[in-house]
């Protein structure tokens, strides 16, 4: 069974300045895709970031980008010039290429932006 | 385009009681999602549908937990009876297919008293 794993319960940033959140996962697959997600308070959760592991570029998405190690099974969330919009509960997912693509997901890192 | 509805957002009810969610997905989506997020934790897949066939439900606790997508199109799930252990929020999510991007309800607390 896949795990997905992020380390850090919570983080803090000062607004304009950059932050890294991390999350490793363990897989038998070769395989399969990783996600982002944001889930601010009380509101739903949406898609951030998706990136394939059979792409070796990283993905990007504005302010957001990943760094994706296969090897390592890390795949961590870049967040450039933070906003106060950005705070949330992040999460990394994992899915199975396989399987239907089941999804399993991270216990989540609370990100609080700092004025 | 209209999100995920789900129905009803918040729910208190009694241990050993029954209750059931409903949840709409987004218009033509085949594969539907349903997830407990206990507080302070990440959703855990409870149950995947495809069109109104179910793909993966081994995280499902079938003595009281039940689901099923009318016509696969809706889908309600149900607790019966509820424990302590349920209080959770379950969110539904919908794609087009098990590899497109997912898109989340706004959920449904659930608090067992």
């Known amino acids: 069974a896949q795990t997905v794993t992020q380390s850090q319960p919570e983080m803090s940033v000062q607004e304009a300045e950059t932050v890294t959140l991390s999350c490793t996962y363990d897989?038998?697959?070769?395989?399969?895709?990783l996600f982002w997600y944001k889930q601010p308070p009380s509101r739903q959760m949406i898609l951030v970031i998706r990136q394939e592991a059979y792409k070796q570029q990283n993905a990007t998405e504005n302010r957001f980008s990943v760094n994706f190690q296969k090897a390592a099974k890390s795949f961590s969330l870049k967040i450039s010039d933070s906003q106060l919009g950005d705070a949330a509960m992040y999460f990394c997912?994992?899915?199975?290429?396989?399987?239907?693509?089941?999804?399993?997901f991270g216990d989540g890192t609370t990100l609080t932006v700092k004025p | 385009e209209a999100g995920v509805a789900q129905s009803p957002r918040y729910k208190i009810i009694e241990k050993r009681q029954s209750v059931a969610f409903w949840c709409n997905p987004i218009?033509?989506?085949?594969?539907l999602y349903w997830y407990q997020q206990i507080l302070g934790q990440g959703p855990k897949l409870l149950i995947q549908?495809?069109?109104?066939?179910?793909?993966?439900d081994s995280q499902l606790p079938k003595d009281r937990f039940s689901a099923e997508r009318l016509k696969g199109v809706d889908s309600t799930l149900k607790i019966q009876p509820a424990k302590l252990e349920d209080s959770a929020v379950y969110l539904c999510?919908?794609?087009?297919?098990?590899?497109?991007?997912?898109?989340f309800g706004p959920g449904t607390r659930l608090t067992v008293l």
């Open positions: 997912a994992y899915r199975s290429a396989l399987n239907a693509g089941k999804s399993t």
């Open positions: 999510a919908s794609s087009a297919g098990w590899a497109d991007t997912q898109y």
């Open positions: 897989t038998s697959e070769s395989d399969y895709y």
């Open positions: 549908f495809q069109n109104n066939g179910v793909v993966d």
């Open positions: 218009s033509g989506h085949a594969t």
